[in-house]
């Protein structure tokens, strides 16, 4: 999906004599910060809860789920700030594939939220039995991949548009 809507958005761009870039806002900077240090925290919950320390397991864990969180927050706080420059998914067609690819990136990101938060809440009751561990290994993979695309996105926005 993420694949066809950045070949249409470099499509729209490149046959369109009425391509408007849009500015940025910079608050896109930080949750990218966010969202890579959220994945760096998981990570490190992983490699913890793997040399047996349960509620080192939880701190980073929990952490990296907050993290997460205030990603989604920002995200929204920079569609705020496009909305209070006049910038809407009608304003043009470089705004409409931003609120697109961004929006479509923020839903897949609460699904994976809501994998982090069940592993989260299995883990401060300390429930964590090998069936937790797949899912805390496939949440984790599952986020590293979003982080991964959020970059990939972010290369797209600053570049391609």
Not at 55 to 68: I, P, Q
Not at 120 to 134: C, E, I, M, Q, Y
């Amino acid at each position: 999906m993420f694949v066809a809507f950045t070949a249409a958005l470099a499509m729209r761009r490149d046959i369109a004599t009425d391509w408007v870039s849009i500015h940025k806002p910079p608050i896109l900077w930080l949750n990218s910060g966010l969202l890579l240090a959220s994945s760096v925290m998981l990570e490190l919950a992983r490699r913890t809860l793997r040399s047996g320390k349960r509620s080192g397991f939880n701190r980073w864990w929990t952490a990296g789920t907050a993290f997460g969180v205030l990603f989604l927050a920002g995200q929204w706080l920079a569609w705020q700030q496009l909305r209070e420059a006049g910038l809407y998914m009608a304003s043009n067609i470089s705004s409409a594939f931003f609120y697109i690819l961004t929006a479509v990136h923020a839903a897949h990101l609460i699904g994976a939220l809501v994998a982090l938060i069940y592993v989260d809440v299995g883990a401060l009751r300390f429930r964590l039995g090998p069936s937790k561990r797949t899912a805390i290994d496939i949440s984790a993979v599952f986020w590293h991949f979003l982080d991964v695309l959020w970059v990939l996105l972010m290369v797209v926005f600053y570049v391609l548009d």
